[in-house]
């Protein structure tokens, strides 16, 4: 097994911070127009902020652009991510729009412009021990499962992809995602599991 050099590594950090930071400026008109469209088209507030795991479990609040509404049933009760989804949303998702203020995260250090994806905390206690080894690198903007299927993979392949990430760590695997990440975005593979708006919820091993 390989030393977890992303845990110790500053060339990865130094990579994040000069790569996001130009993104963001190379972006900016970006950002302004797809914020002012999601205003427009879902109100506000604009950006979507929820608490996730990151390094080592800590959690952090990741940001992303809005893609749903806040419809609730009569007892006010979110309806289904489903239902909330809208045509706008589904947009922003297939292109990764939405997921461009991570870029905010990365630059603060809760992220990672490459590492296993953050997802929900409740799944915290339901991974198995070689499962959680996925935190003990910064989760990142996108990764090795994204690269290699994204939500057409089931939670065990992703997880699987995860850690031999974290295994296998190196500055040229973090550029190898990187553009193909890219070509990704464009095919717009993977985007959700057959009938979830992006993967069915995690349960652990049944």
Not at 36 to 60: E, I, S, T, W, Y
Not at 118 to 138: D, F, G, I, N, T
Not at 155 to 178: G, P
Not at 183 to 197: L, N
Request: aromatic share 8%; net charge positive; proline share 6%.
């Amino acid at each position: 097994m390989k030393r977890h050099r992303s845990l110790k590594d500053p060339f990865k950090r130094a990579l994040d911070v000069v790569l996001s930071l130009m993104g963001l400026v190379a972006l900016s008109p970006v950002l302004l127009c797809t914020a002012l469209a999601v205003a427009v088209k879902l109100g506000r507030p604009v950006l979507f902020r929820q608490k996730r795991p990151g390094l080592n479990g800590k959690p952090f609040y990741m940001l992303k652009f809005r893609t749903m509404t806040d419809g609730r049933d009569k007892k006010g009760d979110l309806l289904p991510d489903e239902i909330r989804l809208t045509a706008f949303g589904k947009l922003l998702r297939s292109t990764s729009l939405d997921e461009l203020p991570e870029l905010l995260n990365v630059l603060k250090g809760d992220m990672s412009l490459v590492g296993p994806r953050p997802l929900l905390m409740e799944y915290l206690p339901l991974y198995s021990k070689e499962q959680a080894r996925r935190h003990r690198v910064r989760p990142g903007i996108t990764g090795w499962a994204q690269v290699n299927g994204r939500n057409a993979l089931s939670w065990e392949e992703k997880f699987a992809l995860d850690v031999w990430y974290v295994d296998n760590w190196s500055i040229e695997l973090d550029l190898r995602i990187l553009a193909k990440t890219v070509g990704a975005v464009f095919k717009r593979q993977g985007i959700s599991s057959g009938g979830h708006a992006t993967m069915p919820p995690f349960e652990g091993k049944r």
